[in-house]
C-alpha cells in the first residue's frame, strides 16, 4: 500500500461543522491544495445510529497525495463517499466495518506533506473531534520527530524499489500461482531470503 496514515472518530456534536470545513479550505487555499466542499451543515437528524447516504464535510488532496476525507456520515462518523459507495448498504458487518476506516497514502506526497498532514490531523481532531484514532506509518503522530518519519519514508522506499526491481528480474515459474509467486517474491525481497 505504501507509506499511509490510517485513522477514524467522530465528529463532535457541540462543534462547528462549517467552522471546521472553513478552517481546513483556509489550509487548502494557503497550500493552493485542490478540495471539495460536500456539506457544511448536518441534518436535524443527525447523530443517530441510522444514516443517509449523504456525506457532510470537506475532502482535500496534496501534490502526489491520495485525497484526505474530513468527511462525515450522518451519524457523526468519519467516512468517505467511496467508503459509504463501496461498505454503506452492505449487510455484512465485517465489510461494514470498513465503511468507518479512513486512510491516505503520503509515500509519493514526501516528508513535508506528511508532517503537515499530521500536525494538520492534531489540530483539527483536538479542536472537533471525539473518539480520534489516527495510526502513522511514518511515526511522525507519535514522536514528532522529522528523522524518525524520514527513516520510514527511506524504508518504504526501498522496499518499493526491492519489490520492483524483483518483479522486473525474478520470473513467475511455470505453474505458480500468483498467490506463490508473491510470497516467493517477498521471501527474496526480505533479509531472510537473501541469507
Known amino acids: ?4 496514515i490510517h485513522y477514524s472518530g ?3 456534536p457541540e462543534k462547528s461543522l462549517k467552522e471546521m470545513v472553513e478552517e481546513l479550505s483556509d ?6 491544495w485542490k478540495y471539495s466542499i460536500i456539506n457544511t451543515n448536518f441534518p436535524d437528524s443527525a447523530f443517530t445510529e441510522d444514516i443517509n447516504n449523504e456525506i457532510y464535510g470537506i475532502s482535500f488532496t496534496p501534490p502526489e497525495c491520495e485525497t484526505v476525507s474530513m468527511s462525515f456520515l450522518s451519524n457523526g462518523r468519519l467516512s468517505s463517499r467511496p467508503n459509504l459507495k463501496i461498505f454503506g448498504n452492505s449487510d455484512n458487518a ?3 466495518a470498513y465503511l468507518y ?7 509519493y506526497a514526501g516528508i513535508e506533506v506528511h508532517a503537515l498532514l499530521i500536525e494538520i490531523f492534531r489540530h483539527i481532531s483536538t479542536k472537533y473531534l471525539l473518539d480520534f484514532k489516527l495510526t502513522d506509518d511514518g511515526n511522525y ?6 528523522n524518525e518519519l524520514g527513516k520510514q ?10 519489490f520492483c526491481l524483483g518483479l522486473e528480474t525474478i520470473p513467475k515459474l511455470e505453474n505458480e500461482n500468483l498467490e506463490a509467486y508473491l510470497m516467493r517474491l517477498f521471501k ?3 533479509k531472510e531470503g537473501r541469507k
Open 1 to 4: 500500500m505504501g507509506l499511509s
Open 153 to 162: 519514508f527511506k524504508n518504504y522506499n526501498m522496499l518499493l524499489d526491492n
Open 10 to 12: 467522530r465528529f463532535n
Open 27 to 32: 489550509i487548502c487555499k494557503t497550500y493552493n
Open 101 to 107: 476506516m479512513l486512510s491516505v497514502k503520503t509515500q
Open 141 to 146: 503522530w507519535e514522536t514528532g520527530d522529522l
Open 188 to 190: 527474496y525481497i526480505s
Open 94 to 96: 465485517d465489510y461494514k
